[in-house]
Each structure stands twice: as C-alpha cells, then as structure tokens.
Antibody, heavy 116, light 110 residues
Framework: QLQLQESGPGLVKPSETLSLTCTVS??????????WGWIRQPPGKGLEWIGS???????YYSPSLKSRVTISVDTSKNHISLKLSSVTAADTAVYYC????????WGQGTLVTVSS | QAVVTQEPSLTVSPGGTVTLTCGSS?????????FYWFQQKPGQAPKTLIY???NKHSWTPARFSGSLLGGKAALTLSGAQPEDEADYYC??????????FGGGTKLTVL
C-alpha cells in the first residue's frame, strides 16, 4: 500500500526558508516511472502546483515560484524534499506531496504557517 | 503558463445530474492535453476521481464520469448523493507545459 507522509516545521519565520520532506513507503522512488510533486493550498483557497521531480533528479517548477523553490530527491531514504526560500505570510498553506502521472496517491498534507 | 477556469459554484439536487467544466487558456483541447479531476472535502487531502480526461480510478464512484465537452474538459455527476458535496478541482497538463490547477468548483447538493 503506497503511502506518502509530509513532515517538517509547522512554523517558519518571514524571510527564512521553508523545508519539508515527503517520505514514500510502499513504492521505490528510484524504480518508479512517475514524477513526485509538491502542491500547496492556502487556508480557504485553491490548490497550487509547486513543482515535481523524477528519480533521476530532473525537476519542473511553477514559473511563479521557480526563483524560490528547490525540490530534491534522496533515493536512499526514499523521500523527496521541498525548500522554499524568502517566505512571507502568503506562503502559509497546507503543503501536500503526491505521485503524479495518474495522480493516484497524495499525502495527508502538513500546515506551514509563516509568522514571526 | 496556462490559465484554467472552472465554475466557482454549482448546485445540484439529490439524485440530479450536474456537469462541471474546465477550460484552459490554450484554447480547444487537443491531443497532448490531459485533464484530471479531484474531489476535496473539508479538512481532507484531495482525492483523484479522473485521470487523463476520462479514466476512473478503482475507487471512483460509477456516478462520476470525465469527458470532453464543447472544447473543455467536463466532470459529470449523475445521481448526486449528499456525500458528493465538496470542492472539485481540475488539473490541466500538456506536453511541454507545467500542470496548472483550476480555481475549483464548490458543489452543493441541495
């Protein structure tokens, strides 16, 4: 049974870097033919695709976030990571990871609040 | 980057039929354009209902179907149930482009 679990600090100060990890169980990222993505949802608002990564390290980013986003993969730990720099209150959101392609699996999401 | 549009809200009667649509600023859908539909209930992660425009997952209730309609992607709910009240999001993906979510449709079953 494939499961994705996001983890990381729930509170980040403005101007700092948000860092999250998505741990995958039940499937090997290194042998998967899917991209693994990050999506966020500000409170009360819609979904926003942030970016995605393949096990080779190939990445795609949202043009609106590209200058601040880095997504990486660690196949030995079977997880992907998200870093978002220079955060502001507008980056407060629930952050999800998901297996792209047929989009069949999502993590439960983790709320990150940007506040001093 | 494409802009994806959805109806902000729709209402359907229990047992009724409703169609949600998803349009992209790239114009009429062609090959190489892919649409996905997600259902999200309060406090929950999105759940994928439809992938590649018209394919259902094993957990997708039979009353949901995906199609192309008038140059847009469409999600049709036939025989609405109270538990179908939720937010529905469309995701548009195309070759060479980045995936883009629509703004979502709030579906009320009333």
């Amino acid at each position: 049974q494939l499961q994705l679990q996001e983890s990381g600090p729930g509170l980040v100060k403005p101007s700092e870097t948000l860092s999250l990890t998505c741990t995958v169980s039940g499937d090997s990222i290194s042998s998967s033919s899917y991209y693994w993505g990050w999506i966020r949802q500000p409170p009360g608002k819609g979904l926003e695709w942030i970016g995605s990564i393949y096990h080779s390290g190939n990445t795609y980013y949202s043009p609106s976030l590209k200058s601040r986003v880095t997504i990486s993969v660690d196949t030995s730990k079977n997880h992907i990571s998200l870093k978002l720099s220079s955060v502001t209150a507008a980056d407060t959101a629930v952050y999800y990871c998901a297996r792209e392609g047929i989009w069949d699996h999502w993590g439960q999401g983790t709320l990150v609040t940007v506040s001093s | 980057q494409a802009v994806v549009t959805q109806e902000p809200s729709l209402t359907v009667s229990p047992g009724g039929t409703v169609t949600l649509t998803c349009g992209s600023s790239t114009g009429t859908v062609t090959s190489g354009h892919y649409f996905y539909w997600f259902q999200q209930k309060p406090g929950q992660a999105p759940k994928t209902l439809i992938y590649d425009t018209s394919n259902k997952h094993s957990w997708t209730p039979a009353r949901f179907s995906g199609s192309l309609l008038g140059g847009k992607a469409a999600l049709t709910l036939s025989g609405a149930q109270p538990e179908d009240e939720a937010d529905y999001y469309c995701l548009f993906s195309y070759n060479g482009g980045r995936p883009v979510f629509g703004g979502g449709t709030k579906l009320t079953v009333l």
